[in-house]
Nanobody, 125 residues
Framework: QVQLTESGGGLVQAGGSLRLSCAAS????????MGWFRQAPGKEREFVAV????????NYADSVKGRFAISRDNAKNTVYLQMDALKPEDKAVYYC??????????????????WGQGTQVTVSS
């Protein structure tokens, strides 16, 4: 079982930056593909970014490419999402998620096994 705890959300003006963190429990963190997803009111949860266990494979949604950066520190059991040039349309609850240990890389949120509680990101115009 993996427990995930996000932090770092908040209110920021358009054009500003936030850094989200997600701390994971357990000893197998490096074996887990980690993803960030978001959900705005009235909308489906959507993929934001994903990183492989080693950090060698990364992918982004087109809507955030060039503005967001995902990274991980396996020694600290933590994955990060650096968000720059934020736009009002980035407003959502952001969730950290993990696939089961050893499972392959995917952007499909339904295939993630563990989820954090979410952190709110609000961008004012």
């Amino acid at each position: 079982q993996v427990q995930l705890t996000e932090s770092g959300g908040g209110l920021v003006q358009a054009g500003g930056s936030l850094r989200l963190s997600c701390a994971a429990s357990g000893r197998t963190f490096a074996s887990h593909v980690m993803g960030w997803f978001r959900q705005a009111p009235g909308k489906e949860r959507e993929f934001v970014a994903v990183i492989s266990g080693s950090g060698g494979v990364i992918n982004y949604a087109d809507s955030v490419k060039g503005r967001f950066a995902i990274s991980r520190d396996n020694a600290k059991n933590t994955v990060y999402l650096q968000m720059d040039a934020l736009k009002p349309e980035d407003k959502a609850v952001y969730y950290c998620a993990a696939r089961a240990a050893g499972m392959s890389y995917t952007t499909d949120y339904s295939r993630y096994n563990y989820w954090g509680q979410g952190t709110q990101v609000t961008v004012s115009s």
